[in-house]
């Protein structure tokens, strides 16, 4: 009877589990082919895809049409890996679900602000704006170092706070009908003068569009070239009388014309630094005599030449008042601009 006991225990807890596990073998007690058809049911269910169910639970799916009905008409959302979820400005990542949409590209110049970064066809727009006016910058439609230095003059040129920032003042600027602060019809042209265009190479000085005038004439240069990278030679042969001057820098120097129609006039290189020949040196047109200083040489914003000449023959070596011969030597420059490019 020992043994009895347990065998029986035994007997009645496998009972138990069947039930447990496969309540149809309890519709057929004894029969050994209903367990086996439960048992097989149970694993053809286990081995079946899951999908979930409209309560949240996991259900089998047997790859009917029927479940997917069900699914629409208990209003449970279906769910493909190949359907991605949709939302506006967004895109799908298989990795990471949804992102954000890819940076508009098409803009209008004067949209929006633009500042060095910025990418768009009004990067665009404001690069050819820039080359139009003489400024060497490649249209890439990046607003880049190159960009952003030139618009910096731009804006020195047009008295404008030099940020480097296009905003609606400096894009106003940029559009407006370019016209020379003072008109000159009579002022002499280079055929007359036989003068060397005072930067060298020409190529670095802006255009005669972005030039502007008050005692002498403003010329900025491209991309801030300055030093060896810019340098300043005598416009016809004559002597150096003066290097220094008040609001130019210490090194300007001033040059004494020896021959043509303007034999005994001075002309002077504000900004420029360093000076390359000392005083009561004798130049021929063409030689190098000083750079456009680097930095702020005298009250300068940034790298740039003003050439001026005096208004008289023996008078004093500079300066002219404002305006008095800036239009004679905006004419000569125009023309000597021409010649070179």
Known sequence: ????????????????????????????????????????????????????????????????????????????????PDSPPQGAGSSYSAAGGTSPGPARQSWH???????????????????RALTHRHYRVSVTGVYDRLTQHAVIYFQRAHHLHANGIAAADTLGALHARPTPPISAPSAPSSPHTGWAFPVVPARVAVGPDSWTSDQGVDIATNGGACGADATLVAVDDGTI??????????????????????????????????????????????????????????????????IGISASAGGPPCCPRMNQTSATMLGILRGLYARVH
Not at 20 to 41: M, Q, R
Not at 111 to 125: I, K, P, Q, W
Not at 276 to 284: F, T
């Open 1 to 80: 009877m020992g043994y009895v006991r347990p065998a029986l225990a035994a007997c009645l807890m496998g009972v138990s589990f069947a039930t447990w596990a496969t309540p149809g073998a309890l519709a057929a007690p004894g029969s050994t082919g209903g367990a086996a058809a439960a048992s097989d049911s149970t694993s053809s269910e286990a081995a079946a895809p899951q999908r979930p169910s409209s309560a949240g639970s996991v259900a089998p799916y047997d790859g009917s049409s029927a479940g997917a009905s069900t699914g629409a008409s208990t209003g449970a959302s279906s769910y493909t």
């Open 109 to 127: 110049l004067g949209e929006r602000v633009l500042r060095r970064g910025a990418r768009g066809s009004d990067v665009s727009e404001l690069q």
């Open 241 to 306: 009388v003066a290097e220094g001057i008040n609001g130019f820098g210490s090194q300007a120097p001033v040059l004494r014309l020896d021959r043509g129609p303007y034999a005994g006039r001075t002309v002077y290189y504000g900004h420029s630094q360093p000076v390359l020949v000392p005083v009561g040196a004798h130049v021929r047109r063409g030689q190098p005599i000083a750079e456009v200083g680097c930095g702020q040489v005298g009250r300068s914003t940034g790298p740039h030449l003003e």
